[in-house]
């Protein structure tokens, strides 16, 4: 049974920073690309950035690109996503997913088979 549990959301202003960590149990982290999206009310889950298995290459939304940083840690089976700069628009709760399969688009929600509870990320203007 793998396990995803995001952690370090909150509640913050407009331009502050915050870091989350999604721990994972229960599988070989270290073989598998790590994807975070996030969903806010009435909308549709959004890709917000994925990280390959070596940490090697990193992929970002349009929407958090140069603000948001994934990294993982493969010794603490654990990803991160740094967001900086954060604006309202940034609310959602976020969650992070291993993706099961090579290949395909990091984008692609079809392709991660496990997923954290989420984590709520509330941006005050």
């Known amino acids: 049974q793998v396990q995803l549990v995001e952690s370090g959301g909150g509640l913050v202003q407009a331009g502050a920073s915050l870091r989350l960590s999604c721990a994972a149990s229960?599988?070989?982290?270290?073989?598998?690309?790590m994807g975070w999206f996030r969903q806010a009310p009435g909308k549709e889950r959004e890709f917000v950035g994925a990280?390959?298995?070596?940490?090697?290459?990193?992929y970002y939304a349009d929407s958090v690109k140069g603000r948001f940083t994934i990294s993982r840690d493969n010794a603490k089976n654990t990803v991160y996503l740094q967001m900086n700069s954060l604006k309202p628009e940034d609310t959602a709760v976020y969650r992070c997913?291993?993706?099961?399969?090579?290949?395909?688009?990091?984008?692609?929600?079809?392709?991660?088979?496990?997923w954290g509870q989420g984590t709520q990320v509330t941006v005050s203007s």
């Open positions: 990280i390959t298995w070596s940490g090697d290459s990193t």
């Open positions: 229960g599988r070989t982290f270290s073989r598998y690309a």
């Open positions: 997913a291993t993706k099961g399969t090579d290949g395909g688009r990091y984008y692609d929600t079809r392709l991660y088979d496990y």
